[in-house]
């Protein structure tokens, strides 16, 4: 295991691979950094050969002509794209040659025509790999220059522009490059899917439209009394008000529709009037195209003002004479927020959206992560009779997304790269997926006609909080990939991740802000919007970083931003609950200790909490200072404890390692299901009872809650004379005796011998059982 950890740095040998903990993972003991946020030294630095070719000029061909160059390292070749019908073709194409992998001592470089043929050739310029400088960023990018090309006769036949340089991965190159030593062949096409590149993640607005009323409404049938609604569109998101009957020619509504856009705005708002005229049949009466240049800003509570807009009938719809519907409407972009494209507990940004309100967040300090490598990966599929994986990593904090470059045909891939982000709060998530890219393969992703779509292999999310400031952490995380089979291990990744503190005060004030903008509390968002609202957000990332070159897939996007995790499952229900009862276990033991107290399991303990107990009845300003001191103690006691290394997905926790398949496939079913009628009457018959268990415990609680209740009301009234009569019995002693007296009294008695206990429940409880509650008004 240890040649896939790091040996070496640019700036010093790193420290050996440690052992496995209790945990299986690899685990180093956090060390400071050794130099400044930012540099490129948490990886191991990688050396490639880059190739550079720029373009050609002066080819000697005669007729038609589509040139490319071919670049021949060895036993490895890779070739530029073909430019048609051109004597002087620019290609500016970067390969990459793994400097480990090199055995040769000369790069040729073919300028040929497009067929590959023996009579296409033009010339060859042989480049000695002794002559090729070692660059290294900050150091400027090497200038090309120009070589002659020389024919199988030796005569000159054109020059080409190259440029040849040994550097790391940290060149600014690198995410351009085509690896040319890659098991199979590159070609343009294929290289779009397996470059790394940055990723910016559009800015989100909330667009609220209030859709106030109508007026002037007309119809063709002037007799009609209408059944009016407004539909409000932008892009694929669509609302409606609910329908209006009125014998005037006026409408109102007054509703609130929210909208998710995106920076540029490049969609319109559409609303339209329209009149339901039958069950199954709508009319539409006018409408308008209003831009978003029309909208105002705002990130307060300040009251926008109302405007009108003239509608238009739409297009071969039937003439009305003098029609002039107008709709007037509230139009604002929300900039108080933030657009919550995933859940809560994992949000990586809580800046809002409008910058003017980002002076409130400044950065407090820098996150580095360091993608070392991934071993043990399971097979995804097969090439020449043998297992293979071509895996990529994405990484995902802000508005900054990072992909690596997609290893080709390996199970244990090297990445070996480096990036960084500006933390707002640290109080956030940082999440690294690993997939399989199925676009790399001789279908090009697509099977009977359908894309494939890329396949997680695992998941780690680092909450930035756990980490100490200006530590690194190394550590290699399972990668754990549940499906309708079952549970897997996919492998493991390596990472390397170091938090720097810029403001150690700015660090210590955040705990003391809300986590989210302060518009979230001052006008909160319907919980019935906020789901919906999500998916909106998204669709239009998803659909954004499509659009990008190279694109990051719809299904990247839905895995990294957890699209998925509002659905019912049963596995994560039961996975809940455990957690409850595990964060509740040290209330659960203190009450089972106390219980055994008060029996007299042990009878020096059971005198000693007398002793205690009776010192703070008779010095009660002791009882907080004693608490906040045991507090700290027992803090002081854990600290030798503490946590070493960051969490990890654990299925324990998740529940995953007991879930039973059939909870699984009804999991990461579809929605609407498309299983069989049998299967949904089981799970359905499940959940109902399920459902009777959890109503029975509701009904306990609300009988009880009734009960507290009843005992003021009189419904049972010989119930509720004795309990006046004895809460003014408690009202007389407790005034007349010492307060100390009644509480040392009420605690022996709780306290007291099992000599002086029955097994029968006490008079209160008695009473307090034979009080009324409404189930008996239940049908």
Wanted: hydrophobic letters at 40%.
């Amino acid at each position: 295991m240890a040649g896939f950890l790091p040996r070496f740095g640019p700036f010093g040998p790193l420290t050996p691979p440690p052992p496995f903990d209790e945990f299986g993972i690899k685990e180093t003991r956090p060390r400071l950094a050794g130099r400044r946020a930012g540099g490129y030294d948490l990886v191991e630095r990688m050396e490639y050969l880059y190739v550079r070719v720029v373009k050609a000029r002066d080819l000697k061909w005669s007729g038609t002509f589509d040139p490319l160059a071919e670049v021949k390292l060895g036993s490895h070749t890779c070739t530029t794209r073909h430019i048609e019908k051109s004597t002087s073709p620019e290609w500016n194409d970067v390969f990459a040659f793994s400097r480990e992998r090199i055995q040769a001592t000369f790069l040729d470089v073919v300028v040929r025509g497009k067929g590959f043929g023996k009579d296409e050739f033009v010339g060859r310029h042989r480049f000695d790999l002794g002559d090729a400088p070692l660059r290294v960023p900050p150091d400027s990018a090497l200038a090309p220059q120009w070589y002659h090309v020389l024919d199988k006769a030796g005569a000159r036949a054109g020059e080409v522009m190259l440029a040849v340089w040994f550097g790391t991965q940290a060149d600014e190159c690198f995410p351009l490059a085509v690896h040319g030593d890659a098991s199979i062949a590159v070609d343009a096409k294929l290289a779009a899917h397996i470059r790394c590149k940055q990723y910016t993640v559009p800015r989100l607005w909330y667009v609220r439209v209030n859709v106030i009323e109508a007026r002037d409404v007309a119809f063709v049938d002037k007799a009609r009394v209408g059944e009016v609604f407004v539909r409000s569109r932008i892009g694929a998101q669509v609302h409606r008000t609910k329908t209006c009957v009125s014998r005037l020619p006026s409408y109102g509504w007054n509703e609130d529709h929210l909208f998710v856009a995106a920076e540029p705005f490049e969609d319109h708002l559409i609303l339209s009037v329209e009149d339901r005229v039958k069950v199954d049949k709508e009319e539409v009466i006018g409408h308008v195209h209003i831009p978003f240049k029309e909208f105002e800003r705002r990130w307060d509570t300040r009251p926008i003002r109302p405007r009108w807009f003239n509608l238009v009938r739409p297009e071969g719809a039937a003439k009305i004479e003098k029609f002039s519907t107008k709709i007037c409407v509230r139009l604002c972009l929300e900039g108080g927020y933030r657009v919550l494209s995933e859940p809560v507990h994992y949000l990586s940004d809580v800046r809002p959206s409008a910058r003017e309100l980002w002076h409130s967040r400044p950065p407090i300090g820098l996150i580095e992560l360091g993608i070392h490598s991934a071993f043990g990966l399971s097979s995804m599929r097969t090439r020449d009779g043998r297992g293979s994986c071509d895996a990529y990593c994405v990484a995902k904090y802000g508005v900054k997304w990072f992909r690596t470059q997609t290893v080709v045909d390996s199970l244990a891939p090297r990445f070996h790269q480096q990036c960084y982000w500006d933390v707002h709060d640290h109080c956030t998530v940082l999440t690294v997926a690993v997939f399989h890219n199925c676009q790399v393969g001789d279908k090009g992703g697509v099977v009977s006609g359908d894309p494939v779509k890329d396949v997680l292999l695992g998941k780690v999310r680092i909450r930035l909080s756990t980490l100490e400031t200006g530590r690194i952490y190394t550590h290699s995380y399972p990668l754990v990939s549940l499906h309708g089979g079952g549970i897997k291990k996919m492998g493991e990744l390596q990472l390397a991740v170091r938090f720097s503190s810029t403001s150690t005060l700015g660090l210590l004030q955040a705990y003391a802000r809300p986590h989210l903008p302060p518009m979230h509390y001052h006008h909160p968002l319907p919980i019935v919007h906020q789901d919906a609202l999500r998916r909106e957000a998204v669709a239009l990332i998803a659909h954004r970083l499509g659009r990008m070159d190279p694109p990051l897939r719809r299904e990247c996007v839905d895995h990294l931003c957890e699209v998925h995790s509002h659905r019912w499952s049963m596995r994560r229900s039961k996975a809940h609950f455990f957690r409850i009862m595990a964060a509740l276990a040290p209330l659960f033991a203190t009450l089972r200790w106390f219980v055994d107290v008060c029996h007299w399991r042990n009878p020096p303990t059971t005198v000693a909490v007398h002793v205690i107990y009776a010192i703070l009845v008779c010095c009660p300003n002791l009882i907080l200072p004693t608490f906040f001191m045991y507090k700290f103690v027992l803090g002081l006691w854990s600290y030798r404890r503490r946590p070493r290394h960051p969490w990890h997905v654990d299925t324990k926790v998740s529940h995953a390692h007991a879930a039973h398949p059939d909870e699984l496939d009804e999991e990461f079913d579809e929605f609407p299901t498309k299983r069989a009628p049998e299967v949904v009457r089981m799970r359905y018959d499940r959940i109902r009872s399920l459902g009777a268990r959890i109503q029975e415990m509701v009904g306990d609680v609300a009988s009880h809650a009734e009960r507290a209740r009843c005992a003021m009301t009189w419904r049972d009234p010989r119930a509720t004379a004795m309990y006046l009569l004895a809460c003014l019995f408690l009202a007389v002693t407790t005034f007349l005796a010492p307060f100390q007296a009644v509480a040392l009294l009420t605690g022996f008695y709780v306290m007291r011998h099992p000599a002086l206990r029955q097994r029968l429940p006490d008079v209160p409880t008695n009473f307090f059982r034979r009080l009324p509650c409404k189930v008996d008004c239940l049908l």
